[in-house]
């Protein structure tokens, strides 16, 4: 026989076989190539995201007595610059205003000197409040210190009698702190806080408001973002390079404020962390799906062997034997490939929209290792021939499968390796689960790789268990003989069961991991979609929040706007600003026994306590009041401790107000990441006199529509946002978006799915074949269809049952393990991992259904008496 | 009366003729030994003859319900994972007799074909006469109608093969059990009522 009559011959004789191995082929294809593919894309858009958070790319400071002009000029020869604005600035001893009610200086103050299309050129630096955007502005905190709006005179102080100015607008500067950053101060020096007190004026008016002071010359420029290269790694190497050529060419005449090049090493840290996911999450299910494509391709290896003893017998050489067998391989593998390109392209489409590609390099080894895959198992027989002669048919007919555990089981290897795992578990536990870790200033993230360890030992690990536990409970499983009239024999299945443990406990064990896989993806995943979801509600405040600025004297939110239809709670809260000692903080007035109705609350926001017995402190001590742990710190406080606080009453006048200190809080609902303090709003009303709310908290389920409903509500100056239109600008603290893992988690969860489903199918239709000559014997003996199929249901049953348990047990412990390794990836951290329970239904009936189905086909087909099968030794 | 009847049955197997125009029929009480060189089909003759296989041309009739027809296969035969005395209790299980009666009398069969000690082994423990020897006490306590033995003692020393004989013939007196036992040991076909030679397809004595 020619090697294509072979081929042709097998192919039309063996369809079925063919298009199995083709398959799993397809799917190890299709889930490395879209796996792979996700991740180099999500890499880019880290880049890409990283930049586009950046204010400004470069602010360029010149030196003392530099000619600005000779160093625009250079800037402006730097690749992909877009635009360069100069900006100066000057550090003057206050600002006054006077009004009817009397005249209020500030401290220090800077004043700057801005062109008139800044708000244009860089819009994340200035953010209009009230009045007009450009022309003279007061920086917010400073009008609230001034007491001052448009329309107000502002001195400045030390700048002569001419130095005054007419205010057009107040502004919020939402980046002061790279704003006002020292240019040049060596990394690691830490930021420099901000300035309290600012003044934004035209540059015609800078030199006559300023007087002697002394000028800080600087150039801002910002450059083209999507010429960056994809990695951020690489992206910033890039940035930083110019910024050094740019330095050199100027001669020192200017320092470069890296702002660009600062966020993209930011981005390392999220980087390594969405590479930690792909490890985590993706590589277990990728080995799974090499391992369930492996056992198909290797179902036909039986019959190969045999068709390979003919083919020597027919006096083919090995090296002839192997390159048929080669080609069918490859046949299958080619075939494989197609299906997996497409299910690839599909699966991409699905899990990360129109937008995705498949990237050419792993599209190309994805499938290049799915065609090795296939013709390194068929080749296994070939190699057997060569080495040992005829393949021996009679080998693993006829006799009962072996009940002893295999090696690994009988040295303990389960044992140790969880054991091994839990230790590694515990010193990342005690090292507080820093396993990235991104040295300041250094372009390279450290990853401790070591802590990984824990999930990836974990895994073999408890697999092995699951192969113990159920071989163990299967040898236990003994069916007193019941009276039986009806001939169902379940003792005699149940010892079948028993004698076959070893392969029913392999079979669960497989089925375990693949379960295993998806479950702990998918708790991973609504654990992490769920904090992001906190996070951004923190962010908003709730999922709808009225906000008004702090100390909105005269204007005051009444929560009966927000009673809109579709609403479950509201609750009102008091922003104002208080002074601890000289520093300025958020201050928020709420209604500590019910201010849970709306606002997210979660353990951590409150350390050393749960936040319920925190509030509980806070509500029955009225004067009570929860501050940073930094404050608590810098001011040496203790619970139960005085601390007096500055606060403005109803007229704008700063009155000194106790309270005492009853606890710690970290985060709170629209409070800044930086200290602030939570107070009773009672309090607060009855010593400043005024009960003003300028912050509504918005309970619902759908914060869009209600947010749209209320906008039209609210009295001119209060903001109105909501989580849904906040879910896309809102990113988390290490920058990873919501979409990322989703696309991911669809990814696995997908192909879990599938996988999980494949190996139940795989197992049964693995044991119901060798078993095929029982059902036949079983039949000859007069047993009837139903009774014969009994002897595969008992053993489908205890392994899919088996495997369902050890899987989802397997797929908790290690989600649990998961969270905690990845801590670093959640903000705020979790209590406890998410369980999504209509997905793991979900799963668990897919399971059971496609086991049932596989079931019931092998009974109906090899329950039949073939003779031929009763001549075969 | 008439258990299995073949009226010229030609059996063939990718053209080759093994069954050329074969005329049988077995009534009860019967005891046929059907002999002839390895190849020359007296395996598809049993199939055949117990309905197990559909011949090519002419037509073969079971007269009694497939469940009162007994086949031991010429290969060993036995559930590999359970013990002796389950294998031989089996059938009886499958009709609905009480296990520990099942037990009783494959238990009985076993000791009557010397096994009385084996009966806890599993096949694998078991010489490959010793589980014909398990697959023939399965179909003896069925006390079907007819019973196909496939070379029941072809794997078995003198004492060994006399012991089985001994029990068919036992049952065909007890049960009327008609016999159908292919042997290539003149011998032993020597012992039967009816020998049915096959050579060529067709039965030549
Ligand atoms: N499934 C099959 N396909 C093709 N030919 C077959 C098949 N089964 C049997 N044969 C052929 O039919 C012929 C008769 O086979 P059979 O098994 O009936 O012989 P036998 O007399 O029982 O031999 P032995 O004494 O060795 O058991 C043999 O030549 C065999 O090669
Ligand atoms: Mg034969």
């Known amino acids: 026989m020619t090697g294509a009559a072979y081929l042709m011959a097998g192919l039309r004789s063996r369809r079925a076989e063919w298009l199995a191995a083709a398959v799993a082929v397809g799917i190890f294809v299709a889930f490395l190539a879209s796996l792979g593919s996700f991740v180099a894309q999500s890499r880019s858009e880290l880049t890409v995201r990283a930049a586009a958070a950046v204010p400004l790319d470069w602010q360029v400071q010149l030196t003392a007595g530099a000619d600005t002009a000779a160093a625009e000029q250079a800037l402006r020869k730097v690749p992909d610059l877009v635009a360069v604005r100069a900006v100066d600035y000057a550090r003057v001893p206050g600002l006054r205003s006077t009004s009817a009610t009397g005249t209020r200086t500030t401290g220090a103050a800077y004043v700057v000197s801005l062109p008139p299309d800044y708000a244009a050129f860089a819009p994340r630096e200035l953010r209009p409040l009230l009045g007009a955007a450009t022309g003279v502005l007061l920086q917010q905190q400073t009008a609230a210190n001034l007491a001052a709006g448009p329309g107000a005179a502002i001195a400045v102080l030390g700048g002569g009698s001419a130095a005054t100015a007419t205010v057009d607008g107040v502004v919020d500067l939402p980046a002061a702190d790279s704003f006002f950053q020292v240019v040049g101060a060596p990394a690691g020096a830490g930021a420099s806080a901000p300035p309290d007190n600012v003044l934004l004026v035209p540059s015609a008016v800078f030199g006559r408001l300023i007087g002697k002071a002394a000028v800080v010359h600087q150039l801002h420029a910002t450059f083209r973002h999507d010429r960056l290269p994809a990695d951020p790694a690489a992206a910033y190497d890039l940035s930083a390079a110019r910024a050094n050529h740019y330095a050199s060419a100027v001669a020192g005449a200017a320092l470069v404020g890296n702002d660009l090049g600062a966020a993209l090493l930011g981005a390392r840290e999220d980087a390594v962390y969405a590479q930690l996911l792909v490890l985590l999450l993706g590589v277990p299910g990728v080995v799974l799906a090499g391992v369930v494509c492996g056992l198909v391709v290797a179902l036909r290896r039986d019959r190969q062997s045999r068709e390979l003893g003919l083919l020597r017998l027919r006096g083919a050489t090995p090296l002839r034997s192997a390159l048929l067998v080669g080609a069918t391989a490859g046949a299958d593998g080619v075939l494989g490939c197609l299906l997996g390109l497409a299910g690839a392209r599909l699966a991409l489409r699905v899990a990360l929209g129109s937008g995705a590609r498949l990237s050419p390099g792993w599209t190309v080894g994805a499938c290049v290792a799915g065609v090795a895959l296939a013709i390194v198992i068929e080749l296994g027989p070939v190699l057997r021939l060569v080495r040992r002669g005829a393949p021996t048919v009679q080998e693993a007919v006829g006799s009962a499968p072996t009940t002893r555990l295999p090696l690994p089981l009988r040295l303990g290897a389960d044992g140790i390796l969880v054991a091994v795992s839990a230790l590694v578990f515990w010193l990342t536990a005690r090292s507080g689960y820093s396993v990235v870790v991104v040295p300041e200033g250094i372009p390279v993230a450290s990853v401790n790789y070591a802590a990984l360890l824990a999930p990836a030992l974990a895994w073999p690990g408890l697999a092995l268990l699951c192969w113990r536990v159920t071989a163990a409970v299967l040898s236990r499983v003994r069916r007193p003989p019941a009276a039986d009239t009806a001939g169902a024999v379940r003792d005699v299945r149940s010892a079948v069961v028993r004698q076959r443990r070893r392969l029913v406990a392999r079979g669960a064990t497989g089925l375990a991991v693949a379960i295993a896989v998806t479950v702990s993806t998918a708790i991973f995943t609504t654990t992490y979609d769920r904090q992001a979801r906190v996070d951004v509600s923190l962010t908003v405040g709730s999922d709808v929040a009225v906000t008004l600025p702090p100390d909105s004297r005269g204007v005051t939110l009444d929560p009966t706007v927000a009673r809109v239809p579709g609403v479950q709670a509201v609750e009102a809260m008091q922003h104002r600003l208080a002074y601890v000692g000289p520093d300025l903080q958020d201050l928020y007035g709420i209604n500590a026994r019910t201010v849970g109705r709306a606002a997210p609350l979660q353990n951590a926001f409150t350390p050393g306590s749960t936040v319920k017995a925190a509030l509980a402190r806070l509500a029955s001590r009225p004067d009570g009041a929860l501050l940073a742990q930094e404050t608590l710190h810098d001011y040496q406080l203790h619970e139960g401790d005085l601390v007096r606080l500055r606060l403005q009453d109803g007229q704008g006048r700063y009155v000194t107000i106790p309270f005492h200190v009853a606890g710690v809080v970290t985060e709170f609902a629209t409070a800044p990441r930086d200290s602030f303090i939570v107070a009773n709003a009672s309090y607060i009303a009855s010593t400043t006199g005024s009960s003003a709310v300028e912050t509504l908290l918005v309970r619902t389920t759908h914060p869009a529509q209600v947010g749209a409903a209320i906008r039209n509500r609210v009295p001119a100056g209060a903001t109105v946002a909501d989580t849904q239109s906040a879910n896309a600008t809102v990113t988390s603290a290490t920058g990873l978006a919501a979409g990322n893992l989703a696309g991911l988690a669809k990814l696995t969860l997908g192909f879990g799915f599938l996988l999980a489903v494949a190996s139940s199918v795989l197992a049964l239709v693995v044991g119901s074949a060798q078993r095929r000559r029982t059902l036949v014997v079983v039949a000859l003996l007069g047993a009837t269809p139903r009774q014969r199929a009994g002897f595969l249901w008992t053993e489908a049953r205890a392994m899919v049952l088996a495997g369902l348990a050890a899987g989802l047990a397997v797929g908790a412990v290690i989600a649990a393990e998961l969270v905690k390794v990845l801590t670093g990836i959640f903000d705020p951290a979790p209590e406890h991992p998410a369980v999504p329970i209509g997905l793991l239904a979900g799963l668990i009936a897919v399971v059971l259904v496609g086991s049932a189905v596989t079931t019931g086909i092998s009974a109906r087909v090899m329950g039949r008496v073939d003779p031929a099968r009763l001549r075969e030794g | ?205």
Not at chain 2, 36 to 53: D, E, H, I, N, Q
Not at chain 2, 64 to 69: M, Y
Not at chain 2, 96 to 121: F, K, M, N, S, Y
């Open chain 2, 1 to 205: 009366m008439s258990l299995s009847s073949a009226a010229d049955v030609v059996l063939e197997y990718g053209g080759r003729r093994i069954l050329d125009g074969l005329d049988l029929t077995i009534e009860t009480g019967d005891q046929y030994a059907v002999t002839g060189r390895s190849g020359s089909g007296k395996t598809t003759l049993l199939l055949v003859m117990a309905g197990l296989l559909p011949p090519t041309r002419g037509r073969a009739t079971l007269g009694v319900p497939s469940r009162e027809i007994s086949y031991v296969p010429q290969t060993p035969s036995l559930i590999p994972e359970l013990s002796a005395l389950d294998n031989a209790a089996l059938g009886l299980r499958f009709r609905g007799i009480a296990p520990v009666h099942a037990a009783e009398q494959a238990r009985e069969a076993l000791v009557l074909l010397g096994l009385g000690d084996a009966t806890d082994a599993l096949p694998s423990e078991l010489s490959g006469g010793m589980q014909q020897r398990v697959a023939i006490a399965r179909a003896v306590v069925l006390a079907p109608r007819l019973l196909l033995a496939d070379e029941p003692t072809g794997t078995l020393d003198r004492s060994a093969g006399a012991q089985v004989l001994a029990v068919l013939r036992d049952l065909a007196t007890r049960h009327e059990t008609a016999l159908l036992v292919a042997t290539h040991d003149p011998e032993i076909a020597a012992l039967f009522p009816h020998q049915l030679a096959l050579a060529d397809g067709r039965v030549v004595a």
